[in-house]
């Protein structure tokens, strides 16, 4: 799997947005609201953590600080995800699509909650409920990448694949 | 990867929904249109393909058909993604988030493109714009199956790796 080495948040942030920076912002479609959907992916293994709100304001401030932000109808309000919960996603890349009216900001996320329920995505039930339902592909690595990512901080020599999961004989 | 090999699809479809899932659909959250925010995810390689808006009604059928269905605000008329296109979208797994106010639908998508451009996925422009921007991973995952997905389909013995890359030596 190859890694994005260079994020947003890599730069040298907070900073002042270009004039053709603010101009694409006005150019994208925002709803009565003032809103935009703001799908948030995160950008190593595609699995969808949440969908929020959007303004023009908030989407400012993501791109000036490299974290997202976002408006919270119901508190009428800017919201930097992660503020009580230090659970902070770092953007690494934003899209938006071919009408102009829905983002995906991929990102680099804090901890292993994204939700507030401390699932890692909001996404977590399936319509119809079902017991043993197969687990997408797009999930599965999600869990791999979740066995290998402490071997990669053991220092020392590059551990086995035997190391990264459980077996009930110790080697001798 | 380990590929879900059941699908809503694959059941006896069209079907008439048992009395819980219809229930399931009103306990949903809804806007003041009535309307459901759906995301449309390539169940093998996660790349998010499309965002649409989904009503009661089409998120009915969704589930009666196996294949998406969605709410055309401009046309304020019920649409069969593909039906002008041959793009449908197969339905793997539907998922709603913690607030039941958005829904990610995981399709196996039929042809290269979701977008009515001909782009793979709708979101195929960044903010802001860049040449040569960091590939997110999810999407290098992409690109790996668009080379082996071919090499799957060749009858016979099971290929090597060497026949899903192109070379330049013609194999002795």
């Known amino acids: 799997m190859v890694v994005a080495s260079a994020s947003l948040a890599s730069a040298n942030l907070p900073r002042t947005l270009l004039p053709a920076e603010i101009a694409h912002l006005d150019n994208l479609s ?35 600080t490299g974290r997202t932000w976002f408006w919270s109808r119901s508190r009428q309000a800017l919201w930097p995800k992660g503020e ?36 890692r995505s909001c996404f977590f039930r399936t ?30 020599p590059i551990p086995t694949p035997a190391a990264c999961w459980p077996r009930e004989t110790t080697p001798s």
């Open 30 to 64: 925002y709803n009565e609201q003032g809103l935009i959907p703001a799908i948030v992916q995160d950008y190593l293994d595609g699995t969808v953590l949440m969908m929020a709100w959007m303004n023009r304001e908030s989407l400012q401030k993501t791109l000036e």
């Open 127 to 156: 319509l119809p409920e079902k017991e043993g339902d197969p687990m997408p592909a797009a999930d599965t690595l999600s869990h791999v990448f979740a066995v290998v990512k402490p071997a990669r901080r053991i220092p020392g």
């Open 84 to 119: 009580t919960s230090g659970h902070v996603q770092w953007v690494k890349q934003i899209r938006y699509d071919c009408d102009s009216d829905a983002l995906v900001i991929l990102v680099e996320q804090v901890g292993e909650a994204a939700c507030h329920t401390g699932a």
